[in-house]
């Protein structure tokens, strides 16, 4: 089950091309490439004569040509050409989805495309800001349904033992999280007190001696993530207090596509306050958090695998309440969806079959 009308992460902006890239989102799968104005384009990746891929077909200046009959389609996925046949019928036509790029990413709009509104992709903050750094970041597949990825994404707690030589120390296993169910999403985040840097930031925090932290695990509809860390001297953190003039922060966004029911396209990249402009300092950040994404990876696998393999009943933890929120949320917001979307069918359905008014 997905929300459609959302924008999700496609692909890396510089992975659209001249060269025709298949791609799958939401079980649907679209091709995408750049016109010769730069603009990237997405369209169904099925010809509508024999379904071939037309990302097996070839560029033709803005259009695809199929490489099957030669049937031809403009980036609106209008059909411009079938080879022999004069004129081409108005219905003869694949679906074209609005893409956008943005922040680097390309990110395409899966519902009704007159609801597309560039200005709701996900905000970055800082994106322009020279006083941040931002790293390139990476992304990969993760073989689970996107919901166990939003799961681990709203659970600061599981870094005491899945990332227990990066991001973990003992503060995170005890301290309590405090969970808010936002008009937009789900947050669970939590202040641990005079406890140790993490192994992770040590290099990163100007300060000598122990901190205050806070994490704070963010997730907005449908599956788009920021996760936020932030260091500070010991006894200066806290709620309602102000960010320290040594602080360390660093905003981990984290875009979750689900390719189909059980498997997800990843994406990350890290924002920080700290050494904006050392490259060095960006690969630390790519090499380190691909590690710990992995350590994620090779769990929400394996998760995935014990929710198809066992049938006994599961367990969910206070912990989970975040998490829980969250699928609750989306649940409705589908089911909202949907609902409007076999009201619009009911209501464009014919009457025939109806007896007539009046027998
Ligand atoms: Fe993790």
């Known amino acids: 089950m997905f929300l459609r009308n959302a924008w999700y992460v496609a692909a890396w902006d510089h992975e659209v091309t001249r060269e025709l890239r298949p791609v799958q989102v939401l079980g649907e799968r679209i091709v995408l490439y750049r016109t010769e104005a730069g603009e990237p384009a997405a369209l169904e990746d099925a010809c509508p004569h024999r379904k071939l891929p037309l990302s097996m077909g070839r560029l033709r ?107 973990g120390n003992d503060a995170c296993e005890a301290e309590p999280v405090q969970v808010t169910a936002a008009e937009d999403g789900v947050i669970a ?82 924002m920080r306050n700290f050494f904006p402009h050392e490259e060095h300092v960006s690969k630390l950040m790519d090499e380190g958090l691909r590690g710990a994404f992995t350590e994620d990876k090779v769990i929400l696998n394996a998760v995935q695998q014990g929710f198809a393999l066992n049938s006994s009943p599961h367990i969910d933890l206070a912990t989970d309440r975040a998490a829980l929120l969250f699928r609750r949320g989306l649940g409705q917001r589908i089911a909202a969806e949907q609902g409007a979307a076999a009201g619009a069918a009911a209501s464009d359905r014919p009457a025939a079959g109806r007896a007539p008014a009046g027998m």
Request: net charge neutral.
């Open 61 to 167: 200046g803005d259009e695809i040509e199929c490489g099957y009959h030669g049937l031809v389609f403009d980036p609106a996925g209008r059909c411009t050409r079938i080879p022999a046949v004069k004129r081409v019928p108005a219905s003869v036509r694949v679906r074209s989805y609005p893409i956008v790029s943005r922040y680097g990413l390309a990110w395409v709009w899966m519902g009704e495309a007159a609801k597309a509104r560039p200005e709701t992709i996900f905000s970055v903050g800082h994106w322009d800001d020279p006083c941040w750094g931002k790293n390139t970041g990476g992304c990969m597949t993760v073989d689970c349904n996107y919901l166990y990825v939003t799961d681990n994404l709203l659970d600061p707690s599981h870094v005491a033992w899945v990332h227990r030589t990066s991001f």
């Open 189 to 270: 985040a939590r202040w641990m007190y005079d406890t140790d840097v993490a192994p992770f930031y040590v290099p990163f925090v100007a300060f000598k001696g122990r901190c205050d932290r806070l994490q704070h695990y963010e997730v907005r509809f449908p599956s788009h993530a920021i996760i936020r860390a932030v260091f500070v001297p010991a006894g200066t953190g806290g709620y309602d207090r102000p960010i320290h003039g040594q602080a360390a922060l660093m905003d981990s966004y984290n875009f979750m596509t689900p390719i189909d029911a059980d498997h997800t396209r990843y994406f990350w990249f890290q």
